[in-house]
T-cell receptor, first 112, second 118 residues
Framework: GENVEQHPSTLSVQEGDSAVIKCTYS??????FPWYKQELGKGPQLIID?????GEKKDQRIAVTLNKTAKHFSLHITETQPEDSAVYFC???????????FGSGTRLSIRP | DTAVSQTPKYLVTQMGNDKSIKCEQN?????MYWYKQDSKKFLKIMFS???????INETVPNRFSPKSPDKAHLNLHINSLELGDSAVYFC?????????????????FGQGTRLTVV
């Protein structure tokens, strides 16, 4: 079945620096790749997503890239701020949306 | 105006008991899910329903029985609770928009139910 691997599991960066989280997926039928942010005591919340027909997407300080050939996708956060501290999950799903498979999560800490 | 609401938020119970978690979404979505998040934060899908019909059962023990009375509700009943069932359970819903490769499947999550079995 579909498997999504995510690295690193923890990431600590200085405030103002960039953070990069990488994921790989196994099911070539996957065509939708969302990223979720989970703050303490809350449910995951979508922050950005990318479809398989797009190689890159940007929304202010957040960008995602997708390499379909290599089955890699990445999250880039620039000019990090304290409120970016959270657990981030990548995910993959197919057109049927019968299941959304999540990566194992990255705990991002921003050092002041 | 909570999009996906689940109750209760916290549930502490003894081994062997039976308990239920309720979930409701007011987004008009066709698909609902239950996910289990363990202590290491790993989110694992348990069930997926589309228009009240079970689509996915990810080898979850029979002690877990989801029920969807209508497409806005997906409740989770757990029999004979075990220590290993302790986790945070998330309900979510989504609506597929677009077709083929032009698909969006944004899932909205509830706030979670922290189940502790003692």
């Amino acid at each position: 079945g579909e498997n999504v691997e995510q690295h690193p599991s923890t990431l600590s960066v200085q405030e103002g620096d960039s953070a990069v989280i990488k994921c790989t997926y196994s099911d070539s039928a996957s065509n939708y790749f969302p990223w979720y942010k989970q703050e303490l005591g809350k449910g995951p919340q979508l922050i950005i997503d990318i479809r398989s027909n797009v190689g890159e997407k940007k929304d202010q300080r957040i960008a995602v890239t997708l390499n379909k050939t290599a089955k890699h996708f990445s999250l880039h956060i620039t000019e990090t701020q304290p409120e970016d501290s959270a657990v981030y999950f990548c995910a993959a799903s197919t057109s049927s949306a019968s299941k959304i498979i999540f990566g194992s999560g990255t705990r991002l800490s921003i050092r002041p | 105006d909570t999009a996906v609401s689940q109750t209760p938020k916290y549930l502490v119970t003894q081994m062997g008991n039976d308990k239920s978690i309720k979930c409701e979404q007011n987004l008009g979505h066709d698909t609902m899910y239950w996910y289990k998040q363990d202590s290491k934060k790993f989110l694992k899908i348990m069930f997926s329903y589309n228009n009240k019909e079970l689509i996915i059962n990810e080898t979850v023990p029979n002690r877990f029985s989801p029920k969807s009375p209508d497409k806005a509700h997906l409740n989770l009943h757990i029999n004979s609770l075990e220590l290993g069932d302790s986790a945070v359970y998330f309900c979510a819903s989504s609506q597929v928009t677009g077709t083929g490769i032009l698909v969006d499947t944004e899932a909205f999550f509830g706030q979670g139910t922290r189940l502790t079995v003692v």
